[in-house]
């Protein structure tokens, strides 16, 4: 299974603890996790390698010239490194057929291979939304997106490589962020939605990439059929995704409901 992380040295630690709570979760899998940074130190990447103890993997580092990027829209919450995965069809091995991106600031809960093995049916990703209602009406307007546009968060994609480069180059993602800087308000987010459209499978956020305010969503829904628990996480949630301002391993005392899973593997 090849997973890829972009990180810069600020996210080693919760890197570690996602890559910990992989290796207790799948304990059966064997992975190459690409990490692509631009600069990452060799004790850093012997902690993330130390992580991975109990597990068959291999750690890759990409290294990404330090200019790429500069100029592009960030958030207060975001750097260079989190544009890195729109290189991922130049900066990962040809023979790179399928991979995983996965943020730092996740836990797995349990096993990957359902998801991995996802039929893409001729898409190029496949993601689950977090944005909802009149949230999601805002984003398609203002991208001008189609109405039926899911718009995936970008923090959990399983992608199609192949099809990938057949789709997008460098060159043609630079040129789109030169021309359009002053709408990508969620950075390199809007650009995968923007470039990708019409080519992105919806999966369960619930499952596959569940965060705070989605929990929140869920969990206040009318009906009980609709609605998620605690319980229900622990029974079904794959990715649970610690986006967002507050962050488990920054606060001693953890505004979320979700902050048990982040306590239970940063100590294995």
Request: proline share 2%.
């Given at each position: 299974?090849?997973?890829l992380?972009?990180?810069?040295?600020?996210?080693?630690?919760?890197?570690?603890?996602?890559?910990?709570?992989l290796?207790?979760t799948?304990?059966?899998?064997?992975?190459d996790?690409y990490?692509?940074?631009?600069?990452?130190?060799?004790s850093?990447?012997s902690r993330i390698s130390n992580?991975?103890s109990?597990?068959?993997?291999?750690v890759?580092?990409?290294t990404?010239?330090?200019g790429?990027?500069?100029?592009?829209p960030?958030?207060?919450?975001?750097?260079?490194?989190t544009y890195y995965?729109l290189?991922?069809?130049?900066?990962?091995?040809r023979?790179?057929?399928?991979i995983?991106?996965?943020?730092?600031?996740?836990?797995?809960n349990?096993s990957l291979?359902?998801?991995?093995?996802l039929?893409?049916?001729?898409?190029?990703?496949?993601?689950?939304?977090?944005?909802?209602?009149?949230h999601r009406?805002?984003?398609?307007?203002?991208?001008k997106?189609?109405?039926?546009?899911?718009?995936?968060?970008?923090?959990v994609?399983?992608i199609?490589?192949?099809?990938?480069?057949?789709?997008?180059t460098s060159?043609?993602i630079?040129?789109?962020?030169?021309?359009?800087q002053?709408?990508?308000v969620?950075?390199?987010?809007?650009?995968?939605?923007?470039?990708?459209?019409d080519?992105?499978l919806a999966v369960?956020?619930?499952?596959?990439?569940?965060?705070?305010?989605t929990?929140?969503?869920?969990?206040l829904?009318?009906f009980?059929?609709d609605r998620?628990?605690l319980?229900w996480v622990?029974k079904n949630?794959v990715?649970i995704?610690?986006?967002g301002?507050?962050?488990?391993?920054?606060e001693k005392?953890?505004?979320g409901?979700?902050?048990?899973?982040?306590?239970?593997?940063?100590?294995?």
């Amino acid at each position: 299974m090849n997973i890829l992380v972009t990180l810069d040295s600020n996210y080693v630690y919760p890197l570690c603890v996602m890559l910990r709570s992989l290796a207790e979760t799948n304990r059966n899998g064997s992975f190459d996790i690409y990490v692509a940074h631009s600069s990452l130190t060799d004790s850093d990447f012997s902690r993330i390698s130390n992580a991975l103890s109990g597990v068959q993997a291999r750690v890759h580092s990409i290294t990404v010239g330090d200019g790429f990027f500069e100029d592009a829209p960030k958030l207060a919450r975001t750097s260079k490194e989190t544009y890195y995965r729109l290189l991922i069809g130049e900066i990962l091995p040809r023979e790179v057929h399928r991979i995983l991106y996965i943020d730092p600031d996740t836990v797995i809960n349990k096993s990957l291979d359902e998801f991995y093995n996802l039929d893409l049916g001729g898409n190029i990703l496949a993601g689950g939304t977090h944005v909802y209602g009149i949230h999601r009406k805002i984003n398609i307007a203002r991208l001008k997106l189609k109405k039926t546009s899911c718009y995936v968060n970008a923090g959990v994609m399983l992608i199609d490589l192949d099809k990938w480069r057949q789709t997008v180059t460098s060159k043609k993602i630079f040129d789109f962020i030169s021309e359009n800087q002053k709408k990508l308000v969620l950075a390199d987010q809007d650009v995968i939605n923007v470039l990708f459209e019409d080519k992105m499978l919806a999966v369960d956020e619930r499952i596959y990439n569940l965060d705070e305010k989605t929990y929140c969503y869920y969990s206040l829904k009318p009906f009980a059929k609709d609605r998620i628990s605690l319980d229900w996480v622990r029974k079904n949630t794959v990715i649970i995704h610690f986006n967002g301002k507050h962050k488990p391993w920054r606060e001693k005392k953890y505004r979320g409901r979700l902050g048990e899973y982040f306590e239970k593997y940063k100590n294995i």
